[in-house]
């Protein structure tokens, strides 16, 4: 698993108000990301990090925001959620490939968020 | 947008058989990459195909890239129980820091 893991695995809020998901690794590595996973769509990319106060966004990034402190955690903030943002997030880190070869990413186990 | 796209989305086989995915992507890529779910689960990484690579092998995966057709098969060899999940494939383009692009997936079962 990468030593990945996410908080709080299920939270069920209500429209209007302030969401904070964590995500943790423990093996130092650079890059993080966030998706967001919805039936009918796969995984899409909301933001990632590559390094410490290093963030953009990705292809699904309105109505979020990120934050990174420190190398070991990566916060997704809903500012005021909606009930369009009711999905199951996935982060993921980015581990360097063995002897030069690609990088490949690993995912954290996901929460479910519900927002009514 | 969603590079990769899956097919079939569904599709349901008998154990022991083998169990093909297909996965189609629009842009020019580094490489793809093929996952799997299990229900309720993370994505657990199977293989990777780089882009100058035609086919590759692990355990009884086997995928094939042909970048001509930007199109990436896998194949399920004498199909489990175990092997019934959601399979994603997955394409990173160009330098790959932005993350990748999954498609919606095939979801796979199993019949025992």
Known sequence: DAGITQSPRHKVTETGTPVTLRCHQTENHRYMYWYRQDPGHGLRLIHYSYGVKDTDKGEVSDGYSVSRSKTEDFLLTLESATSSQTSVYFCAIREKGAGGGIDTQYFGPGTRLTVL | ?112
């Not at chain 2, 995966?61 to 019934?84: F, N, P, Q, Y």
Request: proline fraction near 2%.
């Open chain 2, 1 to 112: 947008s969603q590079q990769g796209e899956e097919d079939p989305q569904a599709l349901s086989i008998q154990e022991g058989e083998n169990a093909t995915m297909n996965c189609s992507y629009k842009t020019s890529i580094n490489n793809l990459q093929w996952y799997r779910q299990n229900s309720g689960r993370g994505l657990v990484h199977l293989i990777l195909i780089r882009s100058n690579e035609r086919e590759k092998h692990s355990g009884r995966l086997r995928v094939t890239l042909d970048t001509s057709k930007k199109s990436s098969s896998l194949l399920i060899t004498a199909s489990r129980a175990a092997d019934t999940a959601s399979y994603f494939c997955a394409t990173v383009e160009g330098g790959g820091a932005d993350g990748l692009t999954f498609g919606k997936g095939t979801h796979l079962i199993i019949q025992p």
